[in-house]
């Protein structure tokens, strides 16, 4: 069982960044995937990032890449996104979610490829 606390939301102008944590309670977190999604108002939730369980492995979403920087700690137990450039269009809740995953640099990109979910940090980001 992992427990996730995403932290570092809040209201930013576009072209500005913020830091974005996910903090995971439990054993063995480097045996998880990890990946950000998020969820504009309206819309459906969409992948972001992914990071394999080792961190040697990454995957972004077009709308992301470039801009965003998923990175992990796993002696802290903490995924964090680096989000700069942030536009408008990046506003919504950021959720952080974990999956066991084999080594070999596995990355999922799909919400129910993952067991684990936080609660969410809002991310507003204004024009």
């Known amino acids: 069982q992992v427990q996730l606390v995403e932290s570092g939301g809040g209201l930013v102008q576009a072209g500005d960044s913020l830091r974005l944590s996910c903090a995971a309670s439990?054993?063995?977190?480097?045996?998880?995937?990890m990946g950000w999604f998020r969820q504009a108002p309206g819309k459906e939730r969409e992948f972001a990032v992914s990071?394999?369980?080792?961190?040697?492995?990454?995957y972004y979403a077009d709308s992301v890449k470039g801009r965003f920087t998923i990175s992990r700690d796993n002696a802290k137990n903490t995924v964090y996104l680096q989000m700069n450039s942030l536009k408008p269009e990046d506003t919504a809740v950021y959720f952080c979610?974990?999956?066991?995953?084999?080594?070999?640099?596995?990355?999922?990109?799909?919400?129910?490829?993952?067991?684990?979910w936080g609660q969410g940090t809002q991310v507003t980001v204004s024009s």
């Open positions: 990071i394999s369980n080792s961190g040697g492995s990454t």
């Open positions: 439990g054993r063995s977190f480097s045996r998880y995937a």
């Open positions: 979610a974990a999956r066991l995953a084999p080594s070999g640099g596995y990355v999922y990109t799909r919400g129910y490829d993952y067991a684990y």
